[in-house]
């Protein structure tokens, strides 16, 4: 106990012990002058044996009062033990209720405490004094599992905000060749019928592919991303990138551009077709969103040692090094200014880097002398 706790409870039992005093003061004034006659009457009765003796010289007669020592040490004792309770029923009821006082400042204390540390950024040290120390270990312990579970919240609502954004932004490319198609029928009345023939079924597969990703849609939230199940199969993917141009043809027209397609002939290779060809759909959108004017979009596909690998070489504004090393990141826009022409969340690469490295493969990007080129690497089948 602290010298000024010990301070505190002495004052109270000195307050406790002056009032058993006032009520031991009350009762011998009551006895010794209220009800003086009746009290010493009582006691002489029961505690003195009275005697009448004569002066034979005086013939006066005295009367002495002699104890009864047995009941008066009766008395006596029962007296003692009377105000020895008294005694110890001050001291309990002093350090009864200065209990009570260190109690509710203690509880005070460690709330003001508690409050301190939970709600600031603070070490645990310059809250809690050395007294504290066991409370502090627990109190720790508790806030790192409060923030470990605050975060947890925090990332899983983040991750499904993606998991939305994600779909909501690969929505955009079957609908915009849907329109873009739709526009060339419209406008090209004397077309031929074999080319509208094409248009239409491109068309049609375009908004089949739509509904497909709107199903998904709601079938999607539900998990996170790394929890998305690969459908794996042999995959022609020199066929799937002869699509790939043939998809992107309305958008390349509005921008002038044209895809220069390289890639070795039977080239396969085990994945996802819908989830990989996300990934050459973002990469390429990119590339036409960024690229100057009536310049061409090269694309390369061809197989080495270990790996496939299939570049994307656009002609634009170099990509300084510093954004270079952020693209892959969510949300991470090159140009906040082109965000209409653009039209994307800053999603679409990085949903790409998420789908090659559940493949077990890797994307990178590089960009010099107004060049930006994008290289994934896929393992064999």
Request: proline share 3%; glycine share 4%; with cysteine.
């Amino acid at each position: 106990m602290k010298a000024k706790d010990k301070t505190k409870f002495f004052i109270v039992l000195i307050l406790f012990l002056g009032l058993a005093l006032g009520i031991g003061y009350g009762i011998y004034y009551l006895t010794d002058v209220v009800l003086n006659g009746s009290f010493l009457d009582w006691f002489s009765k029961n505690y003195f044996q009275m005697e009448s003796l004569k002066d034979p010289k005086t013939n006066e007669i005295r009367i002495i009062y002699t104890p009864i020592w047995p009941q008066l040490k009766h008395f006596l004792l029962t007296l003692f033990l009377f105000l020895l309770v008294l005694f110890v029923l001050s001291v309990y009821l002093a350090a009864h209720f200065y209990a009570r006082l260190q109690v509710r400042k203690s509880i005070s204390r460690t709330s003001r405490m508690l409050h301190a540390y939970i709600h600031h950024d603070i070490d645990s040290d310059d809250v809690f004094p050395p007294s504290y120390a066991e409370v502090a270990t627990q109190i720790v312990q508790l806030k790192s599992t409060m923030q470990r579970h605050e975060q947890a919240v925090k990332t899983e609502t983040e991750r499904k905000n993606d998991l939305i954004a994600y779909l909501a932004h690969d929505l955009k490319t079957p609908l915009t060749s849907v329109i873009g198609y739709l526009d060339l029928l419209e406008e090209a009345a004397d077309m031929p019928e074999k080319q509208r023939k094409k248009y239409i079924h491109i068309t049609l597969e375009k908004a089949l592919r739509l509904e497909k990703m709107i199903n998904e849609f709601f079938e999607i939230t539900r998990y996170n991303l790394q929890e998305i199940i690969l459908e794996k199969e042999t995959i022609d993917l020199s066929f799937m990138l002869v699509q790939l141009t043939d998809e992107f043809y309305p958008l390349l027209s509005d921008h002038g551009n044209t895809i220069e397609l390289q890639a070795e002939e039977d080239l396969t290779v085990y994945g996802d077709s819908v989830k990989l060809a996300r990934v050459f759909n973002n990469i390429l959108k990119n590339a036409i969103s960024y690229s100057y004017p009536n310049s061409p979009i090269k694309v390369y596909a061809g197989k080495r040692e270990k790996d496939i690998f299939i570049c994307f070489i656009n002609q634009g504004k170099s990509i300084p090094q510093e954004k270079l090393n952020a693209i892959f990141e969510k949300f991470f826009r090159m140009d906040e200014a082109r965000s209409t022409n653009t039209g994307g969340a800053g999603l679409g690469l990085a949903i790409a880097k998420e789908i090659v490295t559940l493949h077990g493969g890797s994307i990178n990007a590089s960009s010099e002398n107004e060049m930006t080129t994008f290289s994934v690497t896929l393992p064999q089948p």
